[in-house]
């Protein structure tokens, strides 16, 4: 009798446990309905809203959108005004200089052959130029109204590290000359088609600009040569003309599900999504607008997904919701959010970022990245009961995980992660849709897009419930960063 009770309450226990894991996805299917979803896709990248670049008239139209179903189900708003949704984000949109030059050891470079224009007002200086042939100087160096000039490693790494030019700046430049020489690891034409192209930044029309900068291309190292040979005093020149700038008006949209948990409601868990996408590209083809199915309306609605089931359903710890704009201008809205967070991030646990490139099968979600939080086996099991595997960062080398919006939460020490649909390799089956004009609606995998939404939500649940702290993997390179905001050093 006793062995049998035993038995029955071992079943019970088992039985209680199975309904708790099938009956949360049963209760997440059951609350977000197929048809209602691919409406809010189908929506959001529809021809009417171009592209939703940022900036545009249209990408606010969108905004409204998303801040009208988080009202709907009753989000708490975290906007700029009281009972609003809109975090604004003040960016400046810089139009590139119609002319720009530069000339140093006798050799000229311009910006319609070999010369991209990153920073610096109308006009020209002169001065004399130090080069830096070793990073580990530039700390020591006199810079007092000298030209920096330096060789580019990274070109990535050196173009986003602005804490290397606010200390030439503050130390006395007048401006700095970046070379890139051969070896690196992208074409000369695309980096300067970035850099001469139209740009936004963070930052107000009234500002003062940054110092003058500017890259050159140096195919040969010649230039490098000379420089290292004649270490002595001489003097070089930057010129910029026709260079504008004009404010852009564009918006975070925020919202707050508050957890049921007394003590862990304090927590709170961060899910965002850019909701900008790169518009209408004027000259390739036909169809010339850019609907931003996969990149990222699909991020956009899965937000959406969560903000109607958390506002049924909330987790023990709270769920900040987060639409952000201006990713593909350079994550502007996640580093403006980062810096101006409606939260504190010190009160942040978690940020689970959503977005993709596409997709290369329909098995698998990818985790961007495995082993670098101690959520992981959280997302394999909410992949698992959706139907799914997981696949960690498959192509490391390309570093997707710093060009996203999780970067930005991660450099301040937030635990972040992108979990992304299936990428294991970026190939044509990425490639023929990733920021092209065919990325829309009736090119997805519906089936597949649903359980990519309900393990996302799941995942996020699992989160805001888990009786451990999310956190850095010992080593890893946020982790420092972690250690700071949490004052646990």
Avoid at 9 to 22: K, Y
Avoid at 34 to 44: N, Y
Avoid at 79 to 92: I, R
Avoid at 337 to 350: A, Q
């Amino acid at each position: 009798m006793i062995k049998s009770t035993k038995l029955t309450l071992v079943f019970l226990f088992i039985s209680l446990l199975s309904f708790n894991v099938f009956g949360q996805m049963s209760q997440i299917k059951s609350t977000i309905d197929p048809i209602e979803a691919a409406s809010h896709l189908r929506f959001l990248t529809a021809d009417e809203l171009r592209g939703r670049n940022t900036g545009t008239i249209e990408l606010k139209i969108a905004g409204r959108y998303l801040a009208e179903q988080f009202r709907k189900h009753g989000l708490d708003p975290l906007g700029d005004e009281e009972g609003d949704y809109k975090q604004k984000v003040a960016l400046v949109q810089t139009n590139p200089p119609s002319t720009a030059t530069a000339s140093l050891q006798d050799m000229e470079f311009d910006i319609q052959s070999n010369l991209g224009y990153i920073s610096g007002e109308n006009g020209k200086i002169e001065g004399q130029i130090i080069f830096i042939e070793d990073i580990s100087e530039l700390e020591s160096a006199d810079l007092k109204d000298k030209i920096v000039v330096m060789v580019i490693g990274d070109a990535r790494e050196t173009l986003m590290n602005s804490d290397r030019v606010q200390h030439m700046e503050k130390n006395g430049a007048i401006g700095v000359i970046e070379i890139f020489g051969s070896g690196q690891k992208y074409p000369w034409t695309a980096i300067s088609g970035y850099l001469n192209g139209q740009k936004m930044n963070l930052g107000k029309i009234d500002d003062e600009q940054a110092l003058p900068r500017v890259w050159v291309h140096d195919a040969s190292d010649g230039l490098v040569q000379k420089l290292k040979e004649n270490k002595g005093e001489s003097t070089g020149s930057i010129t910029i003309d026709g260079f504008l700038r004009k404010p852009v008006e564009t918006y975070n949209i925020v919202g707050k599900i508050e957890g049921t948990d007394p003590v862990l409601k304090e927590e709170h868990v961060i899910m965002c999504a850019h909701y900008d996408h790169i518009g209408v590209q004027s000259g390739k083809g036909l169809d010339s607008i850019y609907n931003g199915t996969r990149d990222n309306g699909i991020g956009t609605t899965g937000l959406l997904n969560a903000a109607k089931y958390f506002s049924l359903y909330p987790a023990k710890r709270s769920i900040v919701i987060i639409a952000l704009t201006g990713e593909e201008k350079g994550l502007l809205g996640s580093r403006y959010y980062s810096d101006n967070p409606k939260v504190p991030l010190e009160e942040s646990v978690f940020a689970l970022n959503i977005d993709n490139s596409g997709y290369t099968d329909t098995e698998n979600i990818t985790l961007l990245d495995t082993a670098r939080t101690n959520i992981d086996k959280l997302v394999y099991q909410a992949a698992k009961e959706a139907g799914l595997g997981v696949m960690g960062d498959r192509i490391p080398s390309e570093g997707y995980y710093e060009r996203s919006d999780q970067v930005s939460f991660a450099s301040k020490g937030v635990p972040a992660v992108n979990f992304k649909m299936s990428m294991a390799a970026f190939d044509e089956r990425i490639s023929k849709y990733y920021h092209q004009a065919n990325d829309e609606f009736d090119s997805i995998d519906q089936d597949y897009v649903y359980k990519y939404w309900i393990s996302y939500i799941r995942s996020a649940e699992l989160i805001g419930n888990w009786d451990q702290k999310p956190y850095w993997m010992p080593g890893d390179k946020f982790e420092e960063a972690g250690n700071k905001l949490y004052q646990k050093e």
